[in-house]
């Protein structure tokens, strides 16, 4: 029986997730961090997140629902989905792009409409990629599903002090802390403004569900990101595409391409892989609002002549001449 290559890190994955080694390390369990935030904290957190989802349950077996409430709601989810892709991780998170003070405090005023703020995100983030599938990552699905989808959220087995500690960058802008101190106000700014234009079905689905969905379709990319679909690159965490949420996140969910460019501002490398983040960056880049977009600076491309193995049969070679091929392909010579 043939033996698979020896993998290489960061190089084209030459099997699939199913296939590989990391298939047995990721089975095994780590124990779930121990709390690092103080109790009142974690329950006011906790609450925060059980009301975020029983008021739009509520709504929905008491209350009359309108077209306008879903649309609402739809286009909330556009926005924290965008926000969350462009903004808060690419941005905050990696500095894939530069823009101006003004634009940075517009991202980071959106970043908070999601309950979070650029700082503790970054940080926190920050820590993920350190550590990611140690039992010293912050969001590990081995530490099991509750915590690395909900119990994470509430508290992540770090300090304030520690996760800020890796956003010491963001701290020097005086706007941005001020968002991390005020962060749920905005949030609530936003909430307001929905039940003002169409009441309690308004705020309960256009708001609270909007924010529940952006929520558990981070969680997902977290656990899933790093628990099933293919991966294309060997990185030394688990990480992978799982297309699906690849595809609902906007991008997001191409999370072994991210681990193996983690500053690059375009997550989906091959055809079919979407990412409208990436076509948001692009065309603030052409308006002149952002700039120094950052793209694969290694291998990111199969050569044009060869196709990628996957457990779901071959991808086809990336479109030659493009954009984004011309300038990557460029990076490698
Ligand atoms: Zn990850
Ligand atoms: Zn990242």
Redesign the pocket.
Known sequence: MNSPPSPRVGSQCAWSRSQSPFRQQTSVRFPRPPHAQPLSLRIGVGSGLLALHTIPLTALCYSQIAAIDWAVCALLYVQGALTMGVGL?RYF??RSFRTTRSFQLLLGWLACTLLTDPIRFAGK?RLH?RYADSPRDPHSPRAGIWHCWIGSLIDEGYSTAQIRHHARDWQRYPELVWLERTRFLHAGLVALATAWLGGFSMFAIGFCLSRVICLHAVSAVNYFGHRSGDRRFDTQDASTNPVFWGWFTFGEGWHNN?HRF?TSARCGLARGEIDPAYRIIQLLEKIGWVWDVRLPAGPALPPPSKEVSSSKGTQRPLKTGSRFSTKARAALR
Do not use: M
């Open positions: 991780h998170g990696h983030h990629h991210h983690p």
